[in-house]
């Protein structure tokens, strides 16, 4: 057997963004690409794409936040949040002839629609652009399994610490409003709404949190963490 095969190595992985392969493209290329998108918002609660539509365009999100959902067995389970400067569903696009999943947005939301042709084009005519939107999509993948696995393998206590701190990241605060109902939070993790509720009430009187309907302050980020280890 080869050295390699038995060697253990390293993990060394940094993580290629959607903007940083877009920064790929040659000028007449981007120039291309604004010939050819379409730029349109959406409000809160708005679907920007649904499942079973057929793919014809390359989506990237420029302002705002999307979840996106999937059904099975007539289960919806939200699979994660989409940040701004993200390709929404970008693996689909290429994979499948519908869309798989659906994207609603969940707050003031806007969206580049990119022709796939062009967007294909660019991938077989621009070597690196194609070498970082696969390494976008093998780090997403990535970072979706193991996000997956990591939230299966928590309770509640631990699933919810996380989603919290996450949002914590996204708006860069530790006081925020969650722009999701209680459901919506329960099919991301995997739980029931009752569960939700009640830890969101048990952290609040261990005041970890607190929590207003959904305004969340982080009262104790530390044990928040710790609990998201843990838990």
Same mark, same amino acid.
């Given at each position: ?5 038995? !060697? /253990? ?14 920064? *790929?493209?040659? /000028? ?7 010939? *050819? ?9 708005? #679907? ?6 057929? %793919?014809?365009? %390359?989506?990237?999100? &420029?302002?705002?936040?999307?979840? +996106? ?27 499948? /002839? ?24 660019? &991938? ?12 976008? =999509? ?12 990591? $939230?299966?393998?928590?309770? +509640?206590?631990?699933?919810?610490? #996380? +989603? ?15 722009? =999701? ?6 099919? =991301? $993790?995997?739980?029931? !709404? ?16 607190? %929590? ?9 980020? !530390?044990?928040?963490?710790? #609990?998201?280890?843990?838990?």
């Amino acid at each position: 057997m080869p050295d390699f095969i038995n !060697k /253990e190595t390293a993990v060394n992985f940094e993580f290629i963004d959607a903007k940083a392969c877009l920064n *790929n493209l040659t /000028e007449q290329e981007q120039n291309e690409l604004l010939e *050819n998108k379409n730029d349109i918002e959406f409000e809160p609660g708005e #679907i920007i794409i649904k499942r079973g539509i057929a %793919v014809s365009h %390359v989506l990237y999100l &420029i302002d705002g936040l999307a979840k +996106i959902e999937i059904v099975n067995d007539g289960r919806t389970t939200t699979l994660g949040l989409i940040q701004s400067h993200s390709f929404i569903g970008i693996i689909c696009c290429f994979a499948f /002839e519908n869309f798989d999943f659906t994207a609603t947005a969940l707050e003031k939301t806007k969206v580049s629609f990119i022709d796939k042709a062009v967007f294909e084009k660019f &991938i077989k005519t621009n070597g690196d652009f194609a070498l970082d939107l696969i390494r976008h =999509m093998s780090g997403s993948s990535n970072g979706l399994y193991h996000r997956i696995t990591t $939230l299966s393998q928590k309770n +509640i206590d631990g699933a919810l610490s #996380i +989603i919290l701190l996450d949002f914590a990241n996204i708006y860069k605060s530790n006081s925020y409003s969650i722009p =999701m109902v209680r459901k919506d939070l329960a099919n =991301m $993790l995997g739980y029931s !709404k009752e569960s939700v509720i009640n830890t969101l009430s048990k952290f609040n009187k261990e005041k970890i949190i607190k %929590v207003s309907d959904r305004k969340i302050e982080i009262l104790n980020i !530390k044990k928040l963490k710790q #609990i998201s280890k843990l838990g």
